[in-house]
């Protein structure tokens, strides 16, 4: 373990359950993300939240807007604001190809987990998506129905 680091920074993992039901998940992206000093602290305290998060392109740079961070308590008049939109920071090559996809239609870009990486650093996994139907929601409950009936079947 590197000096000066806790236990819970290698531990810090939030993911965006609904994600994976909502979307299919076409290509995967890890970024880096500015923060602020009480946003690192809720995040390594496990208060943030990707459910409402998307991601969006302003001047040729990628934010992620609604994503909640919680404000830290012993913040106090230094907090931060709980939904404010956060840089992201990747590559040229990685911008311009994510922008390009995005105009095509249907796909956007979503936020899937939210770690700490040995460094320290935050980092957010975000990934290239479309949007499911119905009928594709259907299927992918059947699917997980039938491959927990399998597992319940081995273990008997």
Known sequence: ???GSNATTDQINIRNRKATFEFEILDKFVAG???TGTEIKSIREGKA???DGFCSFTNQELFIREMQISQYKQGGHYNHEPK???KLLLNRAELRKLEKKTKE???????LRLFVNE???AKLEIAMAK???VHDKRESIKEKDQARELKRMKLN
């Open 1 to 3: 373990m590197a000096k």
């Open 33 to 35: 993300i500015v923060l």
């Open 49 to 51: 939240n990707l459910q």
């Open 84 to 86: 404010r939109e956060r």
């Open 105 to 111: 239609k249907g796909l956007t870009i979503i936020p």
């Open 119 to 121: 460094r320290g650093l």
């Open 131 to 133: 949007g499911k139907r």
